[in-house]
């Protein structure tokens, strides 16, 4: 396993259209996480999910942003109706579970460049 | 308030010296923190983590923690050109899933 895996790497897209990301996360990682990033700023909390339940969700995520993680492993981010806004990196990080024995530091991916034009 | 913050600019610093990086975080409830270093283009990886007051120590990076201030710091010995990235500062709440991210500092080592 070499960590926290993201498809695609890049994506540009039209406004208006929909996109899919994709993200394994590490094999023995419950928690996943979904976070953008734009350029010059820290990364921002969109949602989190332990196992296949989606447990948080950032008010930056509105309703045409929904996240999925059917079976406890990968997770899918669409956004429907992109706007130029939604430009940004899309990270997906995963992290062990809690009491597991080690610490719950989260493993980031290496992102999904959004350019909506 | 931001809730991490990590005002100052771009820090230029010979090859061989200390970089010193500062970030504050405005919630007392944080409890975890952690610098994430993050080249160009690149995804955010963790170099450090710390969550008791003091310092904390491996190879050249030292966290240095203070609660009671609320300011976390990270010092880089015998900086080297492949330290040139952005240094994220992250803190984390207990019982909290998310990390806040502070919008980064720029490094840049100079041979």
């Known amino acids: 396993d070499t960590g926290v895996s993201q498809d695609p790497r890049h994506k540009i897209t039209k406004r208006g259209q929909n996109v899919t990301f994709r993200c394994d996360p590490i094999?023995?990682?419950?928690?996943l996480y979904w976070y953008r990033q734009t350029l010059g700023q820290g990364p921002e909390f969109l949602t989190y999910f332990q196992n296949e339940a989606q447990l948080e969700k950032s008010r930056l995520l509105s309703d045409r942003f929904s996240a999925e993680r059917p079976k406890g492993s990968f997770s899918t981010l669409e956004i429907q109706r992109t706007e130029q806004g939604d430009s940004a990196m899309y990270l997906c990080a995963s992290s062990l579970p809690l009491g597991s024995g080690g610490f719950n530091e989260a493993f980031f991916g290496q992102g999904t460049r959004l350019t909506v034009v | 308030q931001k809730e991490v913050e990590q005002n100052s600019g771009p820090l230029s610093v010979p090859e061989g010296a200390i970089a010193s990086l500062n970030c504050t975080y405005s919630?007392?409830?944080?409890?975890?923190f952690f610098w994430y270093r993050q080249y160009s283009g690149k995804s955010p990886e963790l170099i450090m983590f710390i969550y008791s007051n003091g310092d904390k120590e491996d190879g050249r990076f030292t966290a240095q923690l203070n609660k009671a201030s609320q300011y976390v710091s990270l010092l880089i010995r015998d900086s080297q050109p492949s330290d040139s990235a952005t240094y994220l500062c992250?803190?984390?709440?207990?019982?909290?899933?998310?990390?806040?991210f502070g919008k980064g500092n720029q490094v840049v080592v100079i041979p």
């Open positions: 992250a803190v984390k709440r207990d019982g909290n899933n998310r990390l806040a």
């Open positions: 919630d007392r409830g944080s409890q975890s």
């Open positions: 094999s023995e990682h419950n928690r």
